[in-house]
């Protein structure tokens, strides 16, 4: 008869808290079911447009509520942190190599945040034209 | 007890082992394999070798050259057939590595790279950066997996040998987690083991590096040759012991003391090489033997660093420059920055000698082939007779390869034509080992066992270290006949089953207090110095005449061991002086 | 010598005396230079013989001594008193894990997946003949998995994986890296058969990019950038599979 009794230590629920590595992944995650909701917003508007030019200014004046611009805030703020989080990690995702180095890592994310900065500032002169 | 029919068992899942084994399941399909290892396989200590492995491959260098060297850097106690067959099936042995897979260092066009080494006259040694043991283990034991015939018993512990009929008919080992013993039955056996560098206290081994599988040949009457040929490398860091590769020197690392000057210009090594040109055979690229024992002479002059953990001289790799630095050694980086906090890149590394091989082991024949019948050794653990009095670097991640093979084939060969021994007689000698391995766990005695170890490790150093005498000798003999005495009334605290570690390290205590009184013994015989073995009393010169002779070990239970010699095979190099430096120059022309 | 301790909390587990594991305390003499390792050697040659753990090489390369200090995972031949003292050490075995003894956890499912994704040169068509010397491979072609291939397999990022400890048929970081040094490897012709297990649930898709497994490596293997580039490697396969007809 073996003596052996290998012991298994179980997960528990609040792992995520006892390391605050786990703790930003876990917020990282948190961030997209809000940024789902922000989409949904979005879509809500699209369809709303669909059915006529009354039912769109609705849905933009309900967009005007505190409450509603409190939340687009707080959407804005977790969409910078999840974006932060993913061009850091970036660079693993990245396979190129030049003169047979693999490219540095901080070129990677600094091309990501160039590419961002174009990208916004081209929307945002789109929209204010 | 559980019983395992198996046609070959191999003890080690070292280089060695590994090499073997995959020899076997490629060309022997038909055999069954037991690949038996205290530890996971990739734990063995083959992985920590850094510098690499010997192999002629430029065109500039020859078979000839490689075989001089290394019969030379013996001093001429090599077997001179077997390094004919070593030098020669070397490259070939590193290529069919390289086709597992081992990620050798490459030259810009692809083709295999070579760095300089100690006492080799050419570049000719294969690297993969300073991790050549770490890459060639895990490339064996990954190519072993696509073998299924290769059964692996990992981390089972080999207790004894069963021989019967004057053969060796399998051995009887310990499942570590269940802590239940099981009977290998095999036809024929291949110890590969490795070193016994743990019985001194500074060394650059692993804690696995207990010397079993020797003292369990030699238990069982198979001599131990040249035991007293140790290797102290030059360059350790203090305290822990741990390597600075000889690639370290090969890639233009130098050694000064504490003056700054560049010391082994004193002692027949020079002249002075340029830094950052180092030149093959000259200076910091002299044997192990000889830089080893300057070190000593520079502390008898007060020329070295004192330091907390002792004496040091500095190996200085500041000139090589950090990509260098980074390219070819960055796990010295590591080291050096982890261990002592020192960046080779800005400050010199503090290294003194300590214990790295043991150049004697198992006698075996130039075909791997012990005296017991069935019984093969290899690698560190065997004296095929490749190292003589002294191993050049990188001889010995190629002697993995090269006998590995040999051995595979050899005792497949065996294992093809024998039979397996009726079972009874093997069962009752597997309950007698397993009865007395019983009796030792419950050993209830008041001697500790770190205080055996400790003692052990502090004599030998003092007795058979670097320089020896004849008193220095005979105190350590004195000492290890009394640590064996004290040995027998040892207290083992724990009784448990599993995982008894505990217990693990007084079996392997008793491995090497035996594989100890075997060194003093054969060091306290040969009355002359060459190769590693020193003498500073009135034996401090070579003799020819009485002792270009392999000294023999053999076990007499309690009493001392008898050593007995036999003749060196010599083909073609008559013995002639060994010189380095400008010396050697003159000689050759 | 000084005389200044550090106190070292062990959590014990003897299978055949405890239900479960429990926590006990030493006191070990305190020198900046001490590894983990080398306090834990102190108190079984001096304190209680009975604690066990694996060791072997003591100089980070072969793997033996991982386990948790603080609740991270580390060598413990390459984790030092001094980055705690004067506070305590907490040692426990690695998680995820089970316990077979002490800070001795039983690998064997780790052993199993490096066996299980061939982790071995599959050459392209009959093996290369020795007498035809050895492959090219230039510095480029090796760069391309010389970090995969430096895995001491410690088992640090199977610790360290959240996905590995909520989900243990995950092949894990460790296994896959292995694997990504094979697919990159130019003497390889293996990617195909691979790429099977790659594509699996428990493969590469198992994964959700935590990172934690890179940070903890002793030895900058960087796993999770294996499995990101594998990722890449299984989307492609997925979109040609599509485009396939049969
Ligand atoms: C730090 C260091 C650096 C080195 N660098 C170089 C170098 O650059 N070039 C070079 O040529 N050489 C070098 N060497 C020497 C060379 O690495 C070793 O001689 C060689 O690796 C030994 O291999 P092996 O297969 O004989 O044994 P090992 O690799 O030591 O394996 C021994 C095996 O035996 C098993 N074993 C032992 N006892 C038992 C038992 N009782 N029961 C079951 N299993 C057991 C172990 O588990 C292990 O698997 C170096 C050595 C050291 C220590
Ligand atoms: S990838 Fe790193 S952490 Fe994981 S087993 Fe390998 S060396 Fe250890
Ligand atoms: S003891 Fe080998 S890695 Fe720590």
């Not at chain 2, 004290?486 to 448990?496: A, L, M, T, V, W």
Request: proline share 4%.
């Amino acid at each position: 008869m073996s003596k052996r009794k290998p012991y298994q230590r179980e997960m528990k629920n609040d792992w995520w808290l006892k390391n605050i590595f786990y703790s930003r992944y876990m917020i990282r995650e948190g961030s997209s079911i809000l940024i789902t909701l922000y989409s949904l917003i979005l879509a809500w508007g699209v369809f709303r447009l669909s059915q006529g030019a009354e039912a769109f200014n609705a849905w933009l004046s309900a967009l005007q509520h505190p409450v509603s611009i409190i939340f687009h805030l707080l959407v804005l703020l977790i969409a910078l942190y999840h974006t932060l989080t993913w061009f850091s990690l970036a660079p693993k995702a990245v396979d190129l190599y030049i003169k047979g180095k693999p490219l540095d890592g901080r070129l990677i994310v600094a091309g990501h945040y160039i590419t961002f900065v174009i990208a916004t500032v081209f929307c945002l002169v789109i929209i204010m034209l | 007890m559980q019983i395992i029919k198996t046609d070959v068992a191999i003890i080690g899942a070292g280089g060695s082992g590994l090499r073997a084994a995959i020899e076997i399941a490629e060309n022997y399909p038909q055999l069954d394999v037991a690949l038996i290892s205290k530890v996971y396989p990739m734990r063995s200590h083959t992985v920590a070798a850094e510098g690499g492995a010997a192999g002629v491959v430029q065109d500039s260098d020859s078979l000839d050259q490689h075989f001089d060297d290394t019969v030379s850097g013996g001093d001429w106690l090599c077997e001179q057939d077997v390094v004919q067959y070593f030098v020669e099936n070397a490259a070939k042995q590193l290529t069919q590595l390289e086709h597992w897979g081992c990620p050798w260092s490459r030259k810009a066009d692809g083709n295999i790279n070579v760095r300089a080494f100690g006492g080799m006259k050419k570049e000719r040694t294969w690297f993969a950066a300073d991790k050549s043991g770490f890459h060639i283990l895990h490339t064996l034991f990954q190519t072993s997996l696509k073998h299924p015939k290769i059964t692996r018993f990992d981390e089972h512990f080999c207790l004894d040998l069963v021989v019967e009929n004057n053969k060796i008919q399998g051995v009887v080992i310990l499942d570590i987690a269940e802590g239940e013993a099981k009977l290998i039955q095999a036809k024929s056996v291949i110890m590969a083991t490795g070193g016994a560098g743990r019985v001194y206290t500074y060394n650059t081994n692993g804690g696995i590096v207990t010397g079993d599988g020797m003292s369990l040949a030699y238990r069982h009457g198979v001599a131990l040759r040249d035991m007293e040929f140790i290797q102290y490398h030059p360059t350790g860091l203090p305290g822990s012991g741990i390597l600075m590769t000889e690639g370290c020197r090969g890639e233009g690392g130098v050694l000064i003391n504490k003056n700054g000057y560049r010391y082994l210009q004193d002692y027949g090594l020079g002249p002075e090489t340029p830094l950052g040109q180092p030149k093959n055979k000259h200076m910091e690229l002299g044997p192990r033997d000889k830089i080893s024992q300057c070190f000593w002479q520079e502390q008898q002059k007060g020329n070295v660093i004192t330091g907390d953990r002792g004496d040091v001289v500095y190996l200085d790799l500041r000139h090589l420059g950090e990509t260098k630095i980074n390219e070819r050694l960055p796990f010295i980086r590591e080291l050096a920055k982890a261990y002592v906090g020192v960046d080779p890149v800005h400050e010199p590394i503090p290294v003194r000698p300590t214990v790295h091989y043991t150049m004697g082991g198992i006698t075996t024949n130039a075909k791997t082939e012990t005296s017991l019948t069935g019984l093969y050794a290899i690698g560190e653990c065997a004296s095929v007779g490749l190292h003589g009095a002294n191993r050049l670097g990188s001889n010995s991640l190629s002697e993995l390869a090269v006998f590995g093979q040999l051995a595979g084939q050899q005792a497949a060969e065996y294992a093809q034509q024998a039979e397996h021994h009726t079972i009874k007689p093997l069962q009752e000698k597997a309950q007698k080992i397993i009865a007395r391995t019983e009796a030792l766990l419950h050993s209830n005695g008041n001697e500790k066992m770190a205080d055996i170890r400790q003692e052990m490790g502090d004599c030998m150093e003092e007795g058979v270290g670097i320089y020896r005498t004849q008193t220095s000798m005979q105190k350590t003999i004195d000492k290890l006949a009394e640590l064996k005495a004290r040995y027998k009334h040892i207290n083992i605290n724990d009784k448990s089953s599993v995982f008894n570690t505990e217990f693990l390290y007084a079996i392997e205590l008793g491995y090497l207090l035996d594989t100890a009184e075997a060194i003093a013994h054969s060091a306290i015989a040969r009355q002359e110095s060459r190769g590693s073995h020193q003498r500073i009393d009135e034996f401090n010169t070579r003799n020819d005449v009485h002792f270009l002779k392999h000294s023999l070990a053999y076990y007499q239970a309690d009493k001392a061991p008898i050593i007995k010699y036999s003749d060196v095979t010599i083909t073609k190099s008559q013995p002639a002086e060994r010189v380095y430096g400008a010396a050697s120059e003159t000689k050759e022309k | 010598m000084t005389d200044k301790t550090i106190e070292i909390e062990i959590l014990r587990y003897r299978p055949e005396q405890d239900e479960k594991p429990f926590p006990q305390q030493f006191e070990v003499p305190y020198h900046p230079d001490m590894s983990i390792l080398e306090a834990l050697q102190y108190i079984k040659d001096h304190l209680d013989s009975t604690v066990s753990f694996r060791w072997s090489c003591r100089m980070a390369i072969c793997g033996s001594c991982g386990l948790m200090v603080n609740n991270i995972p580390k060598l413990g031949c390459k984790a030092f008193l001094r980055d705690y003292y004067p506070q305590k050490v907490k040692l426990e075995a690695l998680a995820n894990f089970p316990i077979e003894r002490d800070l001795i956890v039983v690998m064997d499912d780790f052993i199993k997946k490096l066996e299980e994704i061939k982790p071995y040169i599959i050459p392209e068509s009959d093996d290369k003949c020795l007498s035809e010397g050895t492959y090219k491979q230039t510095p480029e072609q090796m760069e391309k998995y010389a970090k995969f291939s430096m895995c001491i397999n410690c088992g640090l990022c199977y610790s360290a994986c959240p996905q590995y400890g909520l989900d243990k048929n995950f092949t894990g970081p460790a296994a896959l890296a292995l694997l990504a040094r094979y697919n990159r490897d130019s003497r390889d012709a293996g990617s195909a058969e691979r790429m099977k297990i790659v594509n699996q649930e428990q493969g590469v898709w198992s994964c959700t990019f935590v990172g934690y497994c890179s940070v903890v490596c002793p030895k900058g293997v960087d796993p999770a950038a294996a499995i990101q580039l594998l990722k890449v490697e299984s989307s492609k396969d997925y979109l040609i599979g599509m485009f396939k007809p049969d």
